[in-house]
């Protein structure tokens, strides 16, 4: 009877506990070690140490996939947070169809984004593209989009007639479009994040401020942006996760993270060295220099959130 | 008088941003029901319209191509039933131009295109695929998840912190780290191309367990006091207490193991290579390379692929939009 006491526990475990050491443990583990070796497809080759590191420190393509996912994290995560908790305060403020709303902010986030990012790539398509439908109404000049190296800025101030240097050219109109398609796919769900997190903060705050003749938006700054903080540093977090794992939009909607490299990004860049290069020794060794950035930013976060929480 | 208007103003933002957020959807749809030349023609329509002209040839109406017109002449191609050229007339033949005509229908759909993707790509065999491999993961993610979380919930065990933590520091390690050792290591079990690279590592999912041991914690203790008088097992406990009281998180989490199966993209592509083996989303990856210029077969198969999860989520928006929430919300 004691001893059953004492495996019964592990027999519930056992299941789950094998699959995820075998086939989570074990690959995660493997992801460090192979990163050390010569490894072509199926065979391990000689240790080489941490060369496969520094031949990734010298690689341009690795530093401009890294630039370019930077890029992406650093657009998108201002607008995954601003627009979903503007999403989320209108939301909250009506009674009727309230539901229909939510619904249609939350399509995009079910749905494949294998089968969006073809609608996308056609919205962005140069000839009959809605994208350029969409300039030509405002009477604007229609864009290359997925097919523009230039970047945003250069494009931008050429507009206005300025040039600027190549280095202030910023993400390029290619990824910038791809950057727009991403943050309209995640928007739903931090929009559903902050409602729930609206719901939670207690009346009282507001009728208090209006007692006191505090207008709506000063209410929305001082009550509403400070008691949601707890979400938004999950919002933040799981946006910042996200993003840096993109993949299948660049898969679909561009030609192997082109033009000219602009649009790879760091995910794509591992893919194609693992799977279409075959070198999957230095493919692991940038996916662990890529964990190492999401580790460091996850423990940075955790950081500032115990620091500025209320 | 304020508040009225502050609605309205309201309900005009969301209308906007509810617009800005569907577009996409109403042209996928509005465009799979185009014909090619149609989309070409770049009119800014989301109602498709079609337009041809008719020759009346005495009584006798003909879709014709108009090439020219020169005066009162205008010079026809007339076509057969199938769209083709026909070679009963002359190629380019010269009729009065009063005798033709511009048609122009609308709306009018192309539901063809539905079976010209279908039959220019197996997507029912996609099909079945994805929803094999779908329920299958479902079934292994509920019987694991249900069992571990127990164990964590509501058993004592040495260790109990350790593997905690342990699934705790796994989850956050996301799958692009360690698709290529995955890869290798289902190489040396020989499972490159089969069902079960795509089903058995997926079907312990570490969210899904944290999500109901959660749940499990939250049960009055009162229950398993009780049950324990009546001389009722653990797994007894697990079985007539715990999972008669936690349907709500069960549907939940089989709603998102759903739709995570449904969605994913990246490992089943690296670890399959075979037709027959493809799931919906590879599937659909493969005919985008293919089918690159043919936009509207594109959007068929598109709008073919989204409708199943777009359908649940509609019959079932208010409780997945909750789980999502309270998902998000931890403790």
Known sequence: ?310 | MRKIFGQSLTYALLIIFGFAMVVPFIWMLSTSLMTQSEFNKNEAIFIPKEEYHVWNDAGKEHKVILVDTKGEQAIIHVLDEDGQISPDYQEYMGVPASEVELVSKRPSFHFENFVNAFKKVPFATYFANTLFVSILTLMGVLVTSVMAAYAFARLDFKGKDFIFYLFLSMMMVPQPIYVISSYIFLDKFNWLDTYQALIVPWIANIFTIFLFRQHFKSLPQELFDAASIDGCSTFGMLTRIVIPLSKGVIATASVFSLIGSWNSFMWPLVMTDRPELRVLQVGLSYFNQEASTQTTLLMAASTFSILPILLIFFLAQKQILASYAKAGLKD
């Open chain 1, 1 to 310: 009877m004691k001893t059953k006491r004492k495996i019964e526990p592990y027999l519930y475990l056992l299941p789950a506990l094998v699959i995820l050491l075998l086939f989570r443990f074990i690959p995660i583990l493997m992801s460090f070690v192979i990163s050390f070796f010569d490894f072509g497809v199926t065979d391990i080759g000689k240790f080489l140490g941490f060369a496969h590191y520094s031949r990734l420190f010298g690689d341009q393509e690795f530093w401009q996939s890294m630039m370019n996912t930077l890029w992406l994290v650093l657009i998108a995560l201002p607008a995954s947070i601003i627009l979903p908790l503007i999403f989320a305060q209108l939301l909250n403020q009506i009674k009727w169809l309230k539901g229909f709303f939510r619904t249609i902010y939350f399509m995009p986030f079910v749905t494949s984004l294998v089968a969006v990012s073809i609608v996308w790539k056609i919205i962005y398509s140069e000839q009959a593209g809605l994208a350029n439908m969409f300039l030509q109404w405002l009477g604007l000049e229609p864009q290359l989009w997925l097919a523009e190296p230039r970047g945003i800025f250069t494009l931008f101030f050429q507009s206005l007639g300025v040039q600027i240097p190549g280095w202030m050219g910023g993400p390029s109109l290619a990824l910038f479009s791809i950057i727009i398609m991403t943050v309209w796919k995640g928007l739903g769900y931090n929009t559903i994040i902050y409602l729930a997190g609206l719901q939670n903060i207690s009346k009282a705050y507001y009728e208090a401020a209006d007692i006191d003749g505090a207008g709506k938006l000063r209410q929305f700054f001082n009550i509403t942006v400070p008691l949601i903080s707890p979400t938004t540093f999950y919002v933040l977090l799981m946006t910042t996760i996200v993003s840096f794992q993109t993949f299948a939009q660049i898969y679909m909607m561009t030609d192997k993270g082109g033009p000219l490299g602009t649009t790879k990004l760091i995910v794509y860049y591992i893919y194609e060295k693992g799977f279409d290069k075959l070198d999957m020794g230095y493919a692991s060794a940038a996916a662990i220099i890529l964990f190492i950035v999401i580790l460091g930013l996850t423990l940075l976060q955790r950081r500032l959130e115990s620091k500025v929480n209320y």
